[in-house]
């Protein structure tokens, strides 16, 4: 089973960046998509960002243009900068690993995730 940290969360003020990372271990990363979600408090786990196996990168809208996703299969990492943050981005942010293997997702449904790390926290002050 693989074990997913992450790591990079912080207090910021808005406008502010961050850089998170989610690194892997004790499973196979290549060939596996990653995705970034992230939960509010009183809100739903939600997508943020994700990245095929090939390096296709995806996001919500709320975040693009302001979130890059990338991965290190050298590494067996990924990461996600996130810039000019905003007070509505404050949440728990998880990175997770698709339970299928050499799919480029069309959904970032987190059904199909089934590796979650325990999450960093990110908070915006306004």
């Known amino acids: 089973q693989v074990r997913l940290v992450e790591t990079g969360g912080g207090l910021v003020q808005a406008g502010g960046s961050l850089r998170l990372s989610c690194a892997t271990s004790?499973?196979?990363?290549?060939?596996?998509?990653v995705g970034w979600f992230r939960q509010a408090p009183g809100k739903e786990r939600e997508f943020a960002a994700g990245?095929?196996?090939?390096?296709?990168?995806r996001y919500a809208d709320s975040v693009k243009g302001r979130f890059t996703i990338s991965r290190d299969n050298a590494e067996n990492t990924v990461y996600l900068q996130v810039n000019s943050l905003k007070p509505e981005d404050t949440a728990v942010y998880y990175c997770?690993?698709?339970?299928?293997?050499?799919?480029?997702?069309?959904?970032?449904?987190?059904?199909?995730?089934?590796?979650w790390g325990q999450g960093t926290q990110v908070t915006v002050s306004s």
């Open positions: 997770a690993q698709d339970t299928r293997r050499f799919i480029n997702p069309s959904s970032w449904d987190p059904m199909n995730f089934g590796s």
């Open positions: 004790g499973g196979t990363f290549f060939g596996y998509a």
């Open positions: 990245i095929s196996w090939v390096g296709s990168a």
